[in-house]
């Protein structure tokens, strides 16, 4: 699985856009880019995946560079409560197990 | 509905004990894990089975024995335990999509 490279902090204020990049230039065709959540203390959570479109659910967009090279996640309103570690993982979509590195501590501040 | 249930939650036992985590998922995946998360916060797959079949084990040592009775359980025995094995363990399943446990944070005095 490719490597990802994202910066080790970020602030952000209440009730802006959050937006965090990552970096995989080594990604393979066969490669999605993925992104996960961990709050303090908890598990964990899956937020967005996608392969070379942007993608957008509920809780996030992510939007991914035509070369694939990189990828930002945005959070579009950021509360207090998505206060995390942000982790950029890339894998293909049946791999069976996700390389964490040490991802993105998000602060967003009132 | 939790999707990945693991117990117990919190787990604090001496030196040298023999130790069980359970962890249920009531998702219907193929493949459930395993991942530890140690003082320094980085998250570490362990083992990975898929339909009770050992996928993958990242040079763990063999005091740790997975073990899956059917695919929806994976369990976690921890013989003689030592000091460094004091971390948060964390259950997961997948079927594309990775879903994991609230964890347990074990501490070993």
């Known amino acids: 699985d490719a490597k990802t490279t994202q910066p080790p902090s970020m602030d952000c204020a209440e009730g802006r856009a959050a937006n965090l990049p990552c970096n995989h230039s080594?990604?393979?065709?066969?490669?999605?880019v993925y992104w996960y959540r961990q709050i303090h203390s908890q598990g964990p959570q899956y937020i967005i995946h996608?392969?070379?479109n942007n993608e957008t659910n509920e809780m996030a967009s992510l939007i991914i560079t035509e070369d694939r090279k990189s990828s930002t996640l945005i959070l579009p309103h950021a509360t207090l409560r998505d206060t995390a570690v942000y982790y950029c993982?890339?894998?293909?979509?049946?791999?069976?197990?996700?390389?964490f590195g040490a991802g993105t501590i998000l602060r967003v501040k009132s | 509905d939790t999707a990945v249930s693991q117990t117990p939650k919190y787990l604090v036992t001496q030196m040298g004990n023999d130790k069980s985590i359970k962890c249920e998922q009531n998702?219907?995946?193929?493949?459930m894990y395993w991942y530890k998360q140690d003082s320094k916060k980085f998250l570490k797959i362990m083992f990975s089975?898929?339909?009770?079949?050992?996928?993958i084990n990242e040079t763990v040592p063999n005091r740790f024995s997975p073990k899956s009775p059917d695919k929806a359980h994976l369990n976690l025995h921890i013989n003689s335990l030592e000091l460094g094995d004091s971390a948060v363990y964390f259950c997961?399943?997948?079927?594309?999509?990775?879903?994991f446990g609230q964890g347990t944070r074990l501490t070993v005095v």
């Open positions: 089975y898929n339909n009770k079949e050992l996928i």
């Open positions: 998702l219907g995946h193929d493949t």
């Open positions: 080594t990604i393979s065709g066969n490669e999605y």
């Open positions: 997961a399943s997948s079927q594309i999509d990775t879903f």
């Open positions: 993982i890339v894998r293909t979509e049946y791999g069976n197990k996700l390389v």
């Open positions: 996608g392969l070379k």
